[in-house]
């Protein structure tokens, strides 16, 4: 083995995914896609950055996100740009800028990839990571909530996530949130000395977000707080009861967490987190709620709107682990001679060309590493081809997972594998 020894490596929180890993990424896209289109979303491709202001915005300037997290430069014209952190403010800018909302009361859309936040590295956390989100703009009614619910616990069923619970609270409105916080900072008044540093801070600024601190000492003055479920004005509570009527009716279990509030300003009514309790401390693999003002608020016109975004690092990690394939697909062609490499790339490329799985050696190896090798990547079928092959005008062609073989005529080799390889499930990449 030579000694390698990278010059540059890459950046710390910023993985690689490499070949072993990615068919696992693979299935969770495809089979999210599929659901999501089956729901009735489609996709959204925004780019990976934007102006800052839009993040400072949509996100709000007291968040974490946007303080101390975001990749913010300067371009060559000047102007501050910013790798997204997260995908509901570029998806509400597209929305806006190509005016959406005229095409139709029910806007569906969803988006897949990376984001870009400077955490600080630690278990579970990553620089560049990876998002799936929707967002369905334009209806306030519940239903919508329920429907959105409904998607993500199929798609974690379909994909096998153990023992996941979903957790729903409701925070209130522009109505009923100045009761609440009102109360909730009457009850805090004489508490602030035992508040964490951070919490201190948020009761200025963002006292909502005391509810989740995870600081012992917070927690057991949150404990005895008002939640903001007492303080629902009509509006909101007959929306938080719908709901609940509506999840029965699906049979989608939950339970309600008055503390549940999310880490955004933005929300609404309805917030949710899907956790899998055996991932410890960052335990969310999904999360989201309603933002019924955050349209208006980016310039547009009044607009309710409900969305989630998983986290698929953290999803992967809550995925059964998946052995190596055991299927046995496709065609090896082994060659011996040049002759007979030409007729077997000819061969090759006709299987390609109709959609097989195929390939042959290109490293001169013997014929027995050849078999070794077809064995070894699980072909279905190799294709034998040396000097008494070609003299005969035939090829041996051997069934890999059954051990048997016979000789075939040079010009049907072709014709007969595609049959059988299409007969069985040989149709590999066709997802
Ligand atoms: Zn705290
Ligand atoms: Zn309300």
């Known amino acids: 083995m030579r000694k390698v020894r990278p010059v540059i490596r890459g950046v710390r929180g910023a993985p690689d995914i490499l070949p072993a890993q990615v068919g696992r990424w693979q299935r969770v896209e495809v089979e999210t896609r599929r659901i999501l289109k089956n729901y009735g979303y489609q996709e959204i491709r925004t780019p990976v950055f934007e102006r800052t202001e839009l993040f400072v915005r949509g996100i709000g300037g007291g968040t974490d996100i946007v303080e101390k997290q975001m990749y913010s430069f300067e371009d060559r014209g000047h ?3 910013t790798l997204r952190p997260e ?5 509400i800018r597209a929305y806006l800028e190509h005016r959406l909302f005229t095409k139709g009361d029910l806007c569906k859309v969803y988006y897949i990839g990376p984001m870009f936040r400077h955490e600080r590295p630690q278990a579970g956390r990553f620089r560049q990571f990876h998002q799936i989100g929707a967002e369905a703009l334009g209806v306030g009614d519940p239903a919508v909530d329920a429907e959105m619910l409904d998607l993500l616990s199929h798609l974690f069923a379909t994909l096998g996530v153990d023992g996941w619970q979903l957790h729903l609270n409701s925070i209130g409105d522009d109505a009923c949130r100045p009761v609440f916080l009102d109360r909730f900072t009457r009850y805090m008044a004489g508490k602030v000395e035992r508040l964490c540093p951070d919490c201190r801070v948020r009761l200025k600024r963002n006292p909502l977000r005391i509810l989740d601190c995870k600081v012992e000492g917070c927690r057991r003055i949150v404990a005895r707080a008002p939640s903001p479920l007492e303080s629902l004005c009509e509006d909101c509570e007959v929306h938080f009861r719908r709901l609940q009527e509506l999840l029965q009716l699906l049979k989608i279990d939950y339970s309600v967490n008055e ?3 999310r880490g955004l300003d933005y929300y609404t009514r309805t917030t949710f987190e899907f956790v899998n309790p055996g991932l410890g401390a960052q ?4 999360g989201g709620g309603r933002y019924d003002l955050l349209v208006g608020e980016m310039g547009g016109p009044p607009t309710p709107g409900i969305g989630f975004a998983i986290g698929v690092e953290r999803l992967l990690l809550s995925l059964p682990r998946e052995g190596p394939s055991e299927e046995w697909v496709g065609v090896f062609a082994a060659t011996l001679g040049k002759e007979a490499f030409e007729l ?3 061969i090759v490329q006709d299987l390609r060309r109709q959609g097989l799985r195929a390939t042959l050696d290109m490293e001169g190896r013997s014929l027995k590493s050849q078999m070794r090798l077809a064995h070894k990547e699980r072909y279905r079928y190799t294709l034998i081809l040396g000097d008494e092959e070609l003299k005969a005008g035939v090829a041996t062609m051997k069934d890999m997972a059954q051990g048997v073989q016979e000789r075939v005529p040079l010009q ?3 014709h007969r ?5 299409s007969r069985g499930k040989a149709q590999a990449g066709r997802d």
């Open 283 to 286: 335990n969310a693999i999904a």
């Open 79 to 81: 102007e501050s740009l």
């Open 417 to 421: 594998l595609v049959r059988h390889e």
């Open 412 to 414: 049907e080799v072709v």
């Open 87 to 91: 995908g509901t403010a570029p998806v």
């Open 344 to 346: 077997g790339l000819r």
């Open 259 to 261: 503390r549940l509030v």
